[in-house]
């Protein structure tokens, strides 16, 4: 016979299951059942009355005895993803709220930088202007410098030089 789920030969019967309503024939793998070893650990009653997933009305075998244990499985699984979604709730909160924190100093950062590029252009240009102020004075002293020199020689110019006079006390 052929096997109702992938259509493969179901030479061995003893790792076959076998429908009670429809009579299809299942491997083991290809069912709930999952295994050989646990359809071999079924009972021979639990094998009659057997049905697959399209008969069972209610999606799973009364006779599966992992069902208990997967049902747990899942709940636990379940469970830790709830506990990890509020863990990862709570720290995208926190995340968040850093994220605010951040964005405000950052605007902060950006007014005051704001305020500083704007003193700086001020003092670039008083500098400036300090500069031209300072090159003109420089000029002026200069200027000035060499007037007085030109006053000296003009001034030494009317100097009487007298020489071979002795030079006699009280006189």
């Known amino acids: 016979m052929v096997c109702g ?6 030479s061995n019967a003893k790792e076959v299951a076998k ?3 429809c009579s299809v024939e299942f491997h083991a793998t290809c069912c709930r059942i ?9 009972s021979a009653k639990a094998l009659t009355t057997w049905r697959c997933d399209e008969c069972d009305v209610d999606g799973a075998s009364s006779t599966n005895s992992d069902d208990p244990i997967i049902m747990d499985l899942l709940k636990n699984i379940k469970q830790e993803m709830l506990d990890s979604r509020k863990s990862n709730s709570a720290s995208f909160a926190s995340l968040e709220k850093t994220m605010t924190s951040v964005r405000d100093s950052l605007e902060e950062v950006k007014l005051k930088l704001s305020t500083v590029e704007k003193d700086n252009l001020t003092l670039k240009e008083d500098c400036g202007l300090l500069k031209k102020e300072n090159q003109r004075l420089a000029e002026n002293v ?9 006053l000296q020689q003009r001034s030494r110019l009317n100097n009487i030089e007298i020489k071979g006079v002795p ?3 009280g006189k």
């Open 5 to 10: 789920k992938c259509q493969l030969n179901t």
């Open 19 to 21: 429908c009670s309503l």
């Open 34 to 42: 999952r295994t050989v070893a646990k359809l071999l650990k079924m």
């Open 142 to 150: 200069s200027q000035l410098k060499t007037e007085i020199d030109e």
């Open 167 to 169: 030079v006699t006390k």
